[in-house]
C-alpha cells in the first residue's frame, strides 16, 4: 500500500534476488567481469564467495538472464544432497531422465550429452549456489565430472557459489585435486558507507522515484552501522522505514524514526560497536562481536517478519478505514445533492406560490370596480 503514498511503481526494498535491482559497487562489479571472463573463456571452475545477504544469488540471476542462447545451464539450489542426488539433479536439469539408474549410467548418459552439446556448438554450464552445503563426498563428485573433457576444452564449467566457510572446506587435504582445478575465484565483500547511500538510492530510483523520501543526517550511518553494508540488512531497514514512514504519513526519514525502527528489528544483545567508515571495510570489522551473520541474519529476519504482519494488519486497518470514509464521503455528498434538488424544487414551488398570489390579487382589484349584474348600489 505505501507504494502509492511514496509513488513508486513497486516495492523497492523486497528480499527476493531480483537482478533488476543489481547495484554495481566496486566489488560487485569486480565479481561479474570474472563471472563472465569465466563463462567467455571456458574455465572450468569458477569460485564465488560472499557473507549471507551480500548479493550473491541476485549477481548469479544477472548473468543467467544474460546468458546467449549457444549456453545450456543446469542450475541447482538444493545443495543438502549427496553426491548421487546431485549428479541426478544435474541431469534433470538438462532434461535426461534419472529414473531407475545408479551412478554408472548417470554419468555416462551425461558424458554423452555434453559431447553432443559440444558438436552442435553449445556450452554447457552447471551453476551450484548456496555450495557450502554440499558434503565432501559431493565435492569430489563435482571433481570427477570436471574430468570430462576433449583435447581442447572443458566439455562444461562449474561454477560454485557460496558463503566464506566454502573456502575453508575446500581448503581440506582431502580436496586439495578440486582446489587446483579452480581457475577463477572472487569473494563479494560487503558495501562500504558511501556505497550503502548510493544503493539505497538505486533502489528507490529503480521503481522510480529516487527523491521519494527526504533523509535527514545521520539516518545513512545509522543504517550502516546497522547492516554493516550487507545489502539484504539494508533492504530489512529500509523497507521497515518506509513503512514506518507511511503508517506516519511523513515523507520524511529523520533519526527517531530510524531508531525506533531498528530498535524494533534489534534483538536482545549487546551494543554494536561503531564501525569506521573506511573503503575497505569488511561486515566482520562493522559487527565485531556480535553473532554469526547467518544467524543474526535469521533473527532479524524472522522478527521482521512478525513486525511486518503486525504493521500490515495496521494497514490493513489503514485501508479498511479509508475505504469507509470514501464510502461516508460518498454518502455524503449523495445527500447533498438531494438537499439541493429538494432546495430547487422547494424555491420553485415558493416561486409558483408568488406568481399564484399576484395573479388572485390583480384578479380581486379588477373585481372590486364593476358592479354586479341586478344588483343596485346605494350611496351613502
Avoid: W
Amino acid at each position: 500500500m505505501y507504494t502509492k503514498f511514496f509513488n513508486l511503481s513497486a516495492k523497492p526494498f523486497e528480499l527476493l534476488p531480483n537482478p533488476k535491482f543489481l547495484y554495481l559497487s566496486k566489488g560487485h562489479r569486480k565479481a561479474l567481469s570474472y563471472l563472465q571472463y569465466g563463462i567467455q573463456e571456458r574455465a572450468g571452475f569458477t569460485l564465488l564467495t560472499g557473507e549471507v545477504g551480500s548479493g550473491k544469488t541476485t549477481l548469479v540471476r544477472d548473468i543467467i538472464n544474460k546468458i546467449s542462447a549457444d549456453i545450456t545451464l543446469s542450475m541447482i539450489f538444493n545443495t543438502r544432497v549427496d553426491g548421487y542426488q546431485l549428479i541426478a539433479m544435474i541431469n534433470e536439469d538438462f532434461g535426461l531422465t534419472t529414473e531407475g539408474k545408479d551412478k554408472v549410467q548417470l554419468i555416462t548418459e551425461l558424458n554423452d550429452f555434453l559431447l553432443e552439446e559440444c558438436s552442435s556448438n553449445r556450452q554447457p554450464i552447471i551453476i551450484i549456489d548456496e555450495a557450502q552445503n554440499l558434503s565432501t563426498e559431493a565435492l569430489e563428485e563435482i571433481r570427477l565430472l570436471s574430468n570430462l573433457e576433449n583435447d581442447n576444452f572443458k566439455m562444461m564449467q562449474i561454477i560454485l557459489v557460496g558463503q566464506p566457510e566454502l573456502k575453508q572446506i575446500i581448503a581440506q587435504p582431502s580436496l586439495r585435486q578440486l582446489r587446483q582445478r579452480i581457475s577463477i575465484s572472487c569473494h563479494l565483500n560487503p558495501l562500504n558507507r558511501k556505497e550503502s547511500e548510493e544503493y539505497i538510492y538505486h533502489r528507490l530510483g529503480t521503481v522510480g522515484n529516487r527523491d521519494c523520501v527526504k533523509f535527514h543526517d545521520g539516518v545513512f550511518d545509522a543504517i550502516f552501522k546497522f547492516s554493516g553494508g550487507v545489502p539484504r540488512l539494508i533492504n530489512l531497514i529500509c523497507d521497515f522505514l518506509l513503512l514506518s514512514a507511511f503508517v506516519e504519513e511523513t515523507h520524511e526519514i529523520d533519526k527517531p524514526l530510524v531508531d525506533e525502527a531498528l530498535k524494533e528489528l534489534s534483538f536482545e544483545e549487546p551494543d554494536l560497536p561503531s564501525p569506521t567508515f573506511e573503503h575497505e571495510e569488511t561486515v566482520s570489522q562493522a559487527v565485531q562481536g556480535s553473532p554469526p551473520l547467518d544467524d543474526r541474519l535469521a533473527r532479524i529476519e524472522k522478527k521482521y517478519a512478525k513486525l511486518n504482519a503486525d504493521r500490515s494488519e495496521k494497514e490493513a486497518i489503514l485501508e479498511r478505514l479509508s475505504s469507509q470514509g470514501s464510502i461516508l464521503e460518498y454518502l455524503i455528498n449523495q445527500q447533498q445533492n438531494q438537499f439541493g434538488q429538494l432546495d430547487d424544487q422547494l424555491k420553485k414551488i415558493s416561486a409558483q406560490i408568488d406568481r399564484l398570489r399576484q395573479t388572485l390579487l390583480v384578479d380581486g382589484k379588477r373585481g372590486g370596480d364593476k358592479e354586479t349584474p341586478g344588483v343596485k348600489v346605494r350611496k351613502i
